[in-house]
């Protein structure tokens, strides 16, 4: 994989080739974004571009460094990962311990980071001396979804590379290409809000039972009816129920909600984030008001928010239907 082979994010490339021309790199670098939407890959890359033996802005794919680096036995690129929940004070240690020492076979160390955010406060104050003092042979890449957990000192040493969301258009073209429909396609990239890894790792069966339920669910909101229902499987039974399943549930459920949008805004139904529910969603056009599509969408957002922030799911979910009771419909 070279820059080119990475989905999107044509900024942090330029920069960073630039960079890589100029031998200006960063010692230290934060790659901030969501889930799955490449920082671990474009990390990958740069770590091959900065010992490739052939080019000296990008990975040729072809030397001996960049087939090592592919097969995950390069000894001077380091993947450090959380040992459980946690990146502990040892795994930092033996980061510093080895950033002072020259290269074996490559021209820099580089070490890459995940989960960063999960350093313990131990772990970072350690890794913090390496950057205060930053090793003339390493490198030190680090990759966080929550730039907000990382201490201040850390930040203010590093480079910081904003990661957005990949487009739901480049999510669908590499989607098509791996051999999925054009619908199957299009359906999976409205609901994964730009998080490649996760829409590859979607099962279509999967997909398609788990629309069905946010389908019932959002039926069950707008008509008002069958809340003890889905209050016994969605929330009293919640261990049965793993958060990413929820979660889930939630993003078709706001997709639902969008396309309604779309439509009593009389817009183009070629933007319909679920073409295959068109006639049934329409139905639903004058049970409720924009207003209230609008307040759905917003207890939708603040239930996602409360379980990336490992709210408790059964208080999550029964709040999220007390909040439809009492509501105008029109």
């Not at 029964?318 to 909040?323: D, E, I, P, R």
């Amino acid at each position: 994989m070279a820059f080119k082979d990475v989905l999107g994010h044509e900024r942090v490339k330029k920069i960073l080739r630039k960079a890589l021309q100029k031998k200006k790199i960063p010692n230290s670098i934060l790659f901030c974004g969501p889930k799955g939407v490449g920082k671990e890959e474009m990390a990958l890359v740069l770590a091959k571009a900065i010992n490739c033996e052939r080019k000296k802005d990008d990975a040729c794919e072809k030397c001996t460094s960049c087939k090592g680096i592919n097969a995950g036995n390069f000894p001077d690129v380091m993947v450090i990962q959380p040992d459980g929940n946690v990146i502990k004070i040892e795994q930092m240690r033996a980061l510093r311990k080895i950033a002072y020492l020259k290269p074996m076979v490559g021209k820099k160390r580089v070490f890459i980071v995940t989960e960063a955010e999960k350093m313990t406060e131990a772990a970072a104050n350690s890794l913090l001396k390496v950057l205060e003092e930053p090793p003339l042979f390493s490198y030190v890449l680090l990759m966080t979804h929550n730039p907000f957990l990382i201490l201040s000192t850390i930040k203010s040493r590093c480079q910081i590379l904003n990661f957005p969301p990949l487009s739901k258009e480049d999510i669908e073209r590499e989607l098509m290409e791996k051999g999925f429909t054009e619908e199957k396609a299009r359906v999976i990239s409205r609901l994964v809000r730009g998080n490649l890894k996760q829409a590859l790792g979607l099962d279509w069966e999967d997909v398609q039972v788990t629309r069905k339920q946010a389908w019932m669910l959002f039926l069950s909101l707008v008509k008002r009816e069958n809340f003890a229902f889905f209050l016994r499987n969605y929330a009293f039974s919640y261990k049965s129920l793993v958060k990413q399943d929820w979660e889930q549930i939630l993003e078709i459920l706001s997709s639902f909600c969008r396309d309604l949008v779309l439509l009593k805004e009389k817009s183009d139904s070629n933007l319909l984030m679920n073409p295959d529910y068109e006639d049934e969603i329409r139905k639903m056009e004058e049970l409720v008001s924009l207003d209230w599509l609008m307040k759905c969408l917003e207890k939708i957002d603040f239930a996602i928010y409360g379980l990336g922030k490992n709210l408790n799911v059964n208080l999550l979910v029964s709040s999220f239907f007390s909040n439809f009771k009492e509501w105008e419909y029109a």
